[in-house]
């Protein structure tokens, strides 16, 4: 991850408050929208190799456990759902292995 940018510190009476405000927003968008290419990235190479994997199963269609892939083979798309089902059964199955603890 890369290094937060160093940021105009507004002083009273020094400076033109407005133009450091400008200033800091700016970096504030620009740190986000690096985030979120490199979230981008990461997303491409996992759908690719889910797709993959897929593919290499030769499934189209995979339920289980609250999650739900689909894949389209003609757009090389894939939908991924995953439900509350899911999440409740992984509180259940915490709760239950604190409870025999």
């Not at 939908?79 to 259940?92: A, D, H, I, Y």
């Amino acid at each position: 991850m890369k290094k937060k940018l160093p940021r105009q510190k507004i002083i009273p009476g020094i400076g033109d408050a407005k133009i450091a405000a400008i200033e800091n927003a700016a970096l504030d968008y620009a740190e986000l929208r690096d985030k979120r290419q490199e979230l981008t990235t990461q997303e491409v190479e996992l759908k690719t190799n889910l797709i993959t994997l897929l593919k290499k199963k030769g499934i189209t269609e995979y339920k289980r456990n609250g999650i739900s892939v689909i894949l389209t083979v003609e757009k090389e798309k894939v939908t991924v759902r995953v439900t509350e089902k899911e999440e409740n059964l992984s509180v259940e199955v915490d709760s239950e292995s604190q409870e025999s603890a």
